[in-house]
């Protein structure tokens, strides 16, 4: 074995660890690399930091490749390691699934590629266990033994109410069309580089073994996301590759579905409102596959508030009228989940959006009041995104670990603040 073949990977660990959006010292160390073995790495041959380049996933290199290469990102460069990374989660699912790789390794390596988005769904799973709303939510089973973990995530905020991740002033909403492209690009590199190939890959990670929950003492790495309390603390805290999906995947799809959206790249989301089916028809998959269903309820509240008639005909058409009820003389009526569309968007102010909706899908149910938080989770797949009747999409981020550098940060909505912690709130 060459030395470089221990020195790459070694270096290119230690970058990542440090390029992670959660590590407080980031900016710092990226921006102003002082540091001696900084120095001595930018000063390495140009092959050796071309191959530790290469062996950096796109959240680091993104970050990365401005200090040790003078140049870039690359898109190409970050599409050739999102494709890797896809590839190599589905090689090794198929070639045995969890016989022959442990889940806990498959996690550490999403908390590396999404950083950003795997802390979401770190967060909302406590959230939701310390309301006791897990379930409720969620077509996966997060946790066994309820009672230990409920009380044992009590005892950890009690234990650490003065940590940063506790206080709801430290959690915003950012505006994701006004983060600049360098920064965009930084914070979400899939879907800066999403292509309809991608989208279908992350959708197809929900027919994947995902929800058998690692063994006791696994080693998952917490670490990674830097969340400064220890998560095992927490008695049968069992966190699953569907815990990720249901959260974390779900907003890589959201976020790179608006992105599509927001620079007129209808070719692509035309792509994928035409998808191929995985099941007997388009609706059965809508009705089985959370990712695809809240994805394509993300493009459709889009759509509606923009009032694209093209583009909600065309997801209407395809997976929703397929089930739809027939009355009279061949009138369609909406379905349930079209109604539960409707209502959702009443509950999160977008009136006329749900109005001209109503109208166009002829529907003439009596609406039924919806909690906003509940349906930002059922109808996005998560509380932390938001879309606004101007058609704005707001990404909630926690303000510690993440900066979008000239963006406009709102506040979270003063009748929610996230339902997060409780009387430990500040």
């Known amino acids: 074995m060459h030395l470089k073949d221990l020195l790459c990977p070694l270096v290119a660990s230690k970058l990542t660890a440090f390029s992670s959006p959660q590590n407080p010292a980031r900016q710092t160390i990226i921006d102003d690399p002082g540091t001696k073995w900084i120095d001595s790495t930018i000063f390495l041959s140009p092959l050796l930091i071309n191959d530790i380049v290469q062996q950096l996933p796109a959240s680091s290199y993104v970050w990365w490749a401005p200090v040790l290469q003078g140049a870039g990102p690359y898109s190409a460069e970050i599409s050739n390691?999102?494709?890797?990374?896809?590839?190599?989660?589905?090689?090794?699912?198929?070639?045995?699934?969890?016989d022959n790789v442990p889940p806990e390794e498959l996690i550490n390596g999403w908390f590396t590629q999404i950083p950003l988005e795997s802390t979401y769904a770190v967060v909302e799973m406590m959230a939701d266990m310390y309301h006791g709303s897990v379930n409720i939510y969620y077509e996966t089973s997060f946790l066994s033994s309820w009672s230990k973990t409920y009380d044992s995530i009590?005892?950890?905020?009690?234990?650490?109410?003065?940590?940063?991740?506790f206080v709801d002033t430290n959690w915003k909403y950012v505006e994701l069309a006004s983060i600049p492209a360098m920064?965009?690009?930084?914070?979400?590199?899939i879907a800066q580089v999403a292509t309809y190939e991608v989208l279908e890959r992350l959708i197809k990670l929900q027919?994947?073994?995902?929800?058998?929950?690692?063994?006791?003492?696994?080693?998952?790495?917490?670490?990674?996301?830097?969340l400064g309390i220890n998560l095992g603390e927490l008695q049968d805290f069992k966190f699953t590759l569907g815990a990720l999906q249901w959260i974390g995947v779900q907003i890589i799809l959201n976020v790179a579905i608006w992105h599509l959206y927001h620079t007129g790249n209808k070719a692509v989301l035309q792509q994928f409102v035409n998808m191929p089916q995985f099941l007997a028809t388009p609706n059965q998959d809508y009705q089985q596959f959370a990712l695809l269903r809240r994805s394509l309820n993300f493009l459709l509240t889009l759509a509606t508030?923009?009032?694209?008639?093209?583009?909600?005909?065309?997801?209407?058409?395809?997976?929703?009228?397929?089930?739809?009820?027939?009355?009279?003389?061949g009138e369609i009526r909406p379905t349930y989940n079209q109604e539960m569309v409707i209502d959702c968007l009443y509950a999160n102010g977008l009136d006329k959006s749900a109005d001209y909706l109503r109208n166009l899908w002829n529907a003439n149910h009596q609406t039924e009041?919806?909690?906003a938080t509940f349906c930002a989770k059922v109808n996005f797949g998560s509380r932390w995104l938001r879309v606004t009747p101007n058609g704005s999409v707001l990404l909630g981020h926690f303000v510690p670990h993440f900066s979008f550098n000239g963006s406009v940060v709102s506040g979270i909505p003063e009748n929610e603040k996230l339902q997060k912690w409780g009387k430990y709130n500040s």
């Open 81 to 98: 390691k999102v494709n890797r990374f896809l590839n190599r989660h589905f090689n090794l699912l198929d070639s045995g699934g969890y």
């Open 183 to 189: 920064d965009f690009m930084r914070q979400f590199p």
């Open 305 to 329: 508030v923009k009032q694209d008639i093209e583009l909600i005909q065309a997801i209407t058409q395809r997976w929703l009228w397929t089930a739809a009820l027939q009355s009279g003389e």
């Open 154 to 165: 009590h005892a950890l905020v009690r234990g650490n109410r003065e940590n940063p991740l």
């Open 207 to 226: 027919k994947t073994p995902s929800h058998t929950e690692p063994p006791p003492g696994s080693l998952i790495n917490y670490d990674l996301l830097h």
């Open 369 to 371: 009041q919806m909690d």
